[in-house]
């Protein structure tokens, strides 16, 4: 069983920057394919980055390509998210998930375990 645990989160202004941290324990943490999905109110869930157990491979979605970034700290079972130029329509909560499924560096679903999630708010 993996454990996964999100902070981060706030209240920003549009333009603004934010940093999510996700903290993993159960697993070898480089064993797994890390990923960040995100949900508004309302919507679906949506896929926003991936990345590969080496850290070497990313895969974004096209609402935050050039935006956001992806990146891990094996040497301290944690994964990252940083947010700039964050809009009003990033608004949602943001869940880390951990995936052990082989045959491609990433992913985008599914996913085998996740987090409680973290509210991001972006005022316009």
């Known amino acids: 069983q993996v454990q996964l645990v999100e902070s981060g989160g706030g209240s920003v202004q549009a333009g603004d920057s934010l940093r999510l941290s996700c903290t993993a324990s159960g697993r070898t943490f480089s064993s797994l394919v890390m990923g960040w999905f995100r949900q508004a109110p309302g919507k679906e869930r949506e896929f926003v980055a991936a990345i590969s157990r080496g850290g070497g491979s990313t895969d974004y979605g096209d609402s935050v390509k050039g935006r956001f970034t992806i990146s891990r700290d094996n040497s301290k079972n944690t994964m990252y998210l940083q947010m700039n130029s964050l809009k009003s329509e990033d608004t949602a909560v943001y869940y880390c998930?951990?995936?052990?499924?082989?045959?491609?560096?990433?992913?985008?679903?599914?996913?085998?375990?996740w987090g409680q999630g973290t509210q991001v708010t972006v005022s316009s």
């Open positions: 998930e951990a995936g052990s499924r082989y045959g491609a560096l990433v992913y985008r679903t599914p996913y085998d375990y």
